[in-house]
């Protein structure tokens, strides 16, 4: 089963622990210490739209794009209300193409870890390069290797309403994978429950490699930040911040 399918329709209530409007204003506050204004946003990789819907809240113009489409439907869904409505794409982060440039692109929770193939995370760097605007910023997080490495061998169990999902972790030290096996269970009306399972992929990359592919597509490293804090990251972070900005042409 490709990912996010069966996760779709219930990962807002299984991740309503996330602080989705720390990043949100974690970003803005970037976008004043970098003294830029943009106006266009992609979000890359949006997921359910929570980021979306929080910058489209505050007046910017933003477009969703993701490669699942039960996710994409679950964005329009929370963004319907909204008095101005994003536009959702379904388009992966490695065949992104617009119609046009935009002033910044953003890409929260980790999406950038799924890009598990170096060749992969270079493409998708590239098209961001493409169609971001030069001066424009990609602020963008990661997990690191210290917190994959940290959960591997345990499992977690988060239940919510009807869903009951229970998750392992593995994670090997070579290749800087950690694969995640998910089984949710659904109840239904009847009492019985129906077993979907997924499994994810992440890859840790160091800022050392995140700098080099950034530097051959056109755009320079500007800051690298801890967990939606503005000082450099600690030994033990889990999640770090980079903010990476597209040359100017010469």
Same mark, same amino acid.
């Given at each position: 089963?490709?990912?996010?399918?069966?996760?779709?329709?219930?990962?807002?209530?299984?991740?309503?622990d996330?602080?989705?409007?720390?990043?949100?204003?974690?970003?803005?506050?970037?976008?004043?210490?970098?003294?830029t204004?943009?106006?266009?946003? $992609?979000d /890359?990789?949006? *997921?359910?739209?929570? #980021?979306?819907? &929080?910058?489209?809240?505050?007046?910017?113009?933003? =477009?969703?794009?993701?490669?699942?489409?039960?996710?994409?439907?679950?964005?329009?869904?929370?963004?319907?209300?909204?008095?101005?409505?994003?536009?959702?794409?379904?388009?992966?982060?490695?065949?992104?193409?617009?119609?046009?440039?935009?002033?910044?692109?953003?890409?929260?929770?980790?999406?950038?870890?799924?890009?598990?193939?170096?060749?992969?995370?270079?493409?998708?760097?590239?098209?961001?390069? $493409?169609? /971001?605007?030069? *001066?424009?910023?990609? #602020?963008?997080? &990661?997990?690191?290797?210290?917190?994959?490495?940290? =959960?591997?061998?345990?499992?977690?169990?988060?239940?919510?309403?009807?869903?009951?999902?229970?998750?392992?972790?593995?994670?090997?030290?070579?290749?800087?994978?950690?694969?995640?096996?998910?089984?949710?269970?659904?109840?239904?009306?009847?009492?019985?429950?129906?077993?979907?399972?997924?499994?994810?992929?992440?890859?840790?990359?160091?800022?050392?490699?995140?700098?080099?592919?950034?530097?051959?597509?056109?755009?320079?490293?500007?800051?690298?930040?801890?967990?939606?804090?503005?000082?450099?990251?600690?030994?033990?972070?889990?999640?770090?911040?980079?903010?990476?900005?597209?040359?100017?042409?010469?």
């Amino acid at each position: 089963m490709s990912i996010y399918r069966a996760m779709a329709r219930h990962y807002d209530a299984l991740t309503d622990d996330v602080p989705y409007g720390a990043f949100a204003d974690f970003l803005e506050k970037i976008f004043r210490r970098e003294k830029t204004a943009p106006e266009l946003i $992609l979000d /890359l990789a949006c *997921g359910t739209g929570s #980021v979306t819907k &929080l910058l489209a809240e505050r007046g910017y113009d933003v =477009i969703g794009a993701d490669s699942s489409p039960d996710m994409l439907m679950q964005a329009a869904n929370k963004c319907s209300s909204l008095p101005v409505m994003p536009t959702f794409i379904r388009q992966s982060m490695t065949d992104l193409d617009l119609y046009g440039t935009v002033d910044a692109v953003v890409s929260f929770l980790d999406s950038v870890n799924y890009l598990t193939d170096p060749r992969d995370l270079d493409r998708a760097f590239g098209r961001v390069s $493409l169609f /971001l605007n030069p *001066g424009g910023l990609f #602020v963008f997080d &990661l997990n690191t290797a210290c917190k994959l490495s940290s =959960i591997a061998g345990n499992s977690f169990v988060r239940e919510t309403g009807d869903v009951f999902c229970v998750w392992q972790a593995a994670w090997e030290e070579k290749t800087r994978l950690a694969a995640f096996y998910l089984d949710l269970f659904e109840k239904k009306k009847d009492g019985r429950y129906l077993r979907e399972s997924e499994d994810h992929r992440e890859r840790a990359y160091s800022v050392g490699e995140i700098r080099d592919v950034l530097e051959k597509n056109g755009m320079e490293l500007r800051r690298v930040y801890g967990n939606l804090k503005f000082r450099a990251p600690k030994p033990e972070e889990e999640r770090i911040f980079f903010v990476a900005k597209k040359k100017a042409r010469s």
